[in-house]
Structure formats: structure tokens, C-alpha cells
């Protein structure tokens, strides 16, 4: 909580390879500046976002920056937690060239209240939207892979529309799978916001109350569990 940090700068000689997901998150990060000599970074040109160097992945963001009403995202790679914590954030979309979303990288984005993960979209990590508190409304297009636990704490969640019942659309259609949706969506309780659903095996998920509707768009079976 460096709550007086506000620009991050790379030099020429940084030899920092990789940078943690969330470790600006509750700072007032305004912008990103970075040497042009730096080996394995780059600034977006308003200095909001760090880039790897060849520009496909999408390190970090700043998290005091006003971003516009709708961020278009043209990235292969948003990083672990490239997002996290940005309040400034209200909206998102994809291009067909990101792949990847990365764990966390969206977490705690308070200020979505709808999101839509399009069909491109190889892999969606794990608590990718977790603690997005305004969101209502989230679509899952038929992506590669679902993380567990993408929408968890998620309190104002109202509908969800899914692409198959499960993680993989192989995984559900394999016949005699165990495939539990709800707890892999939802985790962590939060106070008189959420209630619990247990599995056959006693584990449990904490699903929002708000929670109205759930709709599964493909696949050929709904697994048990």
C-alpha cells in the first residue's frame, strides 16, 4: 500500500525480467515510463500500460489512470494480475488476437458491471474476475479452458451464460465425467452476501444471493455434480 507511488520507471539497465501480478495493486500508479533501450519492456504510448517489448503481452496497468468507457484490448497475453485492483476500469473488449488471459488479471475491477469473454480466448485463469463487486451480467463464449473460481465473491452477479458445463468442452462430453459447475465458478463466502453449495464429497462454493440464472449454450451432456 505505497499509497504516494505514482510513476514506475524502467531504465536502460534494468534487467527485470518478470514482474508479479497485483504488486502495484492499492497504490495510485499514474504511469509507466520506460527507457527505449530496455531489453524486456516497453510503455504504451500514454504511459497507462507496460508492455513486454514485442508489445503481445500485457505486463501491467496503471491503477490511477482514467481509462476510456471501453478499453479495447489487442494483446496475445493479459498478464497474471495485469489488472488487478483498477477501479478506474468500467469496461472491456477483445480482440481476436488475445489468447490468454492469465489468472487474477481482472480481479477486484470494481467497476465492471458486465463483461463478455469472446470464443478467441484460449485459456481464461483462475479468479480471472474475482471480486469484480458491480458486476452483473457475464458471458462465457466457447473458449478453450475455464479457470476455477473466475467469478468468486462476485456479489452483485445476476446471470451467467456459459459455453459448455464444466472447464472443457472435451471434459464435458467425455461420458462418465464428474464435472461440478457452480463450486468451480464460486469460492470464498462473503458475509450475508453469498450462501453455500457442497458437492458429494462435502466440498463447497459460496454463491452470490443475487445470483437469477445460469445458461449453458453448448456441450452434448451435463455432467454429474
Known amino acids: 500500500?505505497?499509497?504516494?507511488?505514482k510513476t514506475i520507471k524502467l531504465g536502460k539497465e534494468s534487467y527485470i525480467e518478470s514482474l508479479g501480478g497485483s504488486i502495484f495493486e492499492d497504490t495510485i500508479v499514474d504511469t509507466f515510463i520506460v527507457d527505449e533501450q530496455s531489453p524486456y519492456y516497453k510503455a504504451s504510448s500514454d504511459g497507462?500500460?507496460?508492455?513486454?517489448k514485442d508489445g503481445k503481452e500485457l505486463v501491467l496497468a496503471s491503477t490511477n489512470f482514467d481509462y476510456p468507457d471501453v478499453l479495447v484490448l489487442d494483446y496475445d497475453v493479459i498478464a497474471q494480475g495485469a489488472f488487478s485492483g483498477v477501479k478506474t476500469l468500467k469496461a472491456i473488449e477483445f480482440t481476436?488476437?488475445?489468447?490468454?488471459?492469465?489468472?487474477?488479471a481482472f480481479a477486484n475491477c470494481t467497476g465492471f458491471t458486465s463483461?463478455?469473454?469472446p470464443k478467441t480466448i484460449c485459456e481464461l485463469g483462475n479468479y480471472a474476475f474475482a471480486n469484480c463487486t458491480l458486476l452483473k451480467n457475464a458471458e462465457i463464449e466457447p473458449v478453450g479452458k475455464i479457470g476455477d473460481y473466475v467469478f468468486d465473491q462476485c456479489i452483485s452477479l445476476e446471470e451467467i451464460t456459459l459455453p459448455y458445463a464444466g472447464t472443457t468442452l472435451e471434459s464435458v462430453n467425455k461420458e462418465g465425467s464428474d464435472q461440478y459447475i457452480v463450486d468451480r465458478l464460486f469460492d470464498c463466502p462473503v458475509s450475508d452476501k453469498t450462501y453455500k453449495v457442497t458437492d458429494s464429497s462435502g466440498y463447497g462454493g459460496y454463491v452470490p444471493n443475487s445470483l437469477k440464472k445460469?445458461?449453458?449454450?453448448?456441450?452434448?451432456r451435463i455432467p454429474s455434480h
Open 214 to 220: 445460469i445458461t449453458i449454450t453448448g456441450g452434448t
Open 1 to 5: 500500500q505505497c499509497s504516494k507511488l
Open 115 to 117: 463483461v463478455t469473454v
Open 48 to 52: 497507462s500500460l507496460l508492455l513486454s
Open 96 to 104: 481476436k488476437s488475445t489468447t490468454i488471459v492469465d489468472d487474477y
